[in-house]
């Protein structure tokens, strides 16, 4: 296998950019045994408005602007060519993806698979796309997952823990700031794109019914889409105290996390969801549902948060009982610090060299992992 200049030739390919895997990139690419390049299949996808401060890293991308999310660049047969990597890391199972996975086979390369998807969230998939897994998972060396969802469902396929690494989902933890419970001044705040899927109508049926039992209570809702009037129209309707920001930029956002007593992760389906992260490195403890791919994992039910039923009356509940107890907030609180600190990029990192290493090695065996600073 062709290793140039005594460096192990990595390709990472992946739909678009995402802030919070830069500085992953950036460790890979100084550690000096790797040759990194990381192939975007499009800058943007329809549904994102991130203005990314890309980082120092060896980057390419297929296309500008995605139209779809189907992701069918056949460019990247030439592009793979160009690059010749060893390895090969593939973040889906789009057109594209597949296109990777053919030129491997047919030249002798490795396969790692980084799927983010998890046991309960790919489900209900076509037998298609579960039979496109299969075969890919059964000609991948290695595997990198992000939750114990994900590592779930790779065991669901037959893959064997010694083959998994874990590379978690991190944010820059030292960016946000964990202001004192009493200068928080929203009771609850919502964070996300703002449409069906992310049950905004159900976050604002909670602020409603807070807003009659909590004193001064008011709502913090950051982010912006399809059903954005609807939910502020029901606030006004019922004359919940609200600020709506709209969409903000990656560098304005970390200030707002520790603004609100408690981050509502209302969803119906996330594989992870970042935001858990932001809302954990604040302080702020995490009410969620099982559809969060973060639940049971960052956050943990009474220990950083509480991890529901979609129920408005046990939201309600539960955000009434964390309220009142200054000592179980407290706890909570640090708890959440205490248990994002382990999701950091430099673990990411290390779960990928470490998945690199495996899928290398003579024997497939695991080796020790490398050790990347920041």
Request: charged share 20%; proline share 3%.
């Amino acid at each position: 296998m062709d290793i140039k200049d005594g460096k192990i030739k990595i390709a990472y390919l992946s739909q678009v950019p995402a802030p919070y895997r830069e500085r992953m990139h950036e460790l890979i690419h100084q550690d000096h045994q790797f040759s990194y390049d990381v192939i975007y299949c499009a800058k943007l996808e329809p549904n994102r408005k991130w203005e990314l401060e890309y980082g120092n890293y060896k980057m390419h991308f297929l296309t500008d602007v995605a139209k779809t999310f189907r992701h069918n660049n056949t460019n990247v047969w030439a592009l793979l060519k160009k690059l010749n990597p060893n390895v090969l890391i593939i973040t889906a199972f789009k057109p594209t993806m597949l296109y990777g996975v053919i030129w491997c086979l047919l030249n002798g390369r490795k396969i790692i698979v980084y799927n983010d998807g998890t046991f309960n969230s790919e489900k209900s998939i076509s037998m298609i796309q579960k039979q496109i897994r299969k075969f890919v998972y059964w000609v991948a060396s290695s595997f990198m997952a992000p939750s114990k969802g994900t590592n779930d469902l790779y065991n669901s396929y037959g893959v064997g823990n010694d083959k998994i690494f874990r590379s978690c989902l991190c944010v820059d933890n030292s960016v946000f700031d964990n202001l004192p419970v009493r200068d928080r001044e929203f009771t609850i705040m919502f964070s996300g794109q703002i449409i069906e899927r992310k049950l905004p109508l159900f976050f604002a049926n909670i602020a409603i019914e807070l807003s009659k039992k909590i004193p001064g209570f008011k709502a913090l809702i950051i982010g912006d889409g399809e059903q954005r009037e609807e939910m502020i129209e029901r606030l006004k309707q019922n004359n919940v105290d609200f600020e709506f920001t709209g969409f903000l930029d990656q560098k304005i956002l970390p200030k707002y996390y520790s603004r609100a007593k408690l981050f509502l992760f209302t969803t119906k389906h996330d594989e992870w969801g970042i935001v858990a992260n932001e809302a954990c490195a604040s302080g702020t403890p995490v009410i969620t549902s099982v559809d969060a791919g973060a639940a049971n994992d960052l956050i943990i039910h009474n220990i950083n948060g509480y991890i529901l039923p979609i129920n408005v009356n046990i939201w309600v509940e539960h955000i009434l009982k964390l309220l009142g107890n200054d000592n179980l907030y407290n706890e909570f609180s640090i708890n959440a610090l205490a248990m994002v600190a382990a999701y950091n990029h430099q673990q990411a990192a290390g779960g990928l060299v470490d998945a690199v290493n495996y899928a290398l090695a003579e024997k497939n065996k695991s080796t020790q992992s490398n050790t990347i600073t920041a």
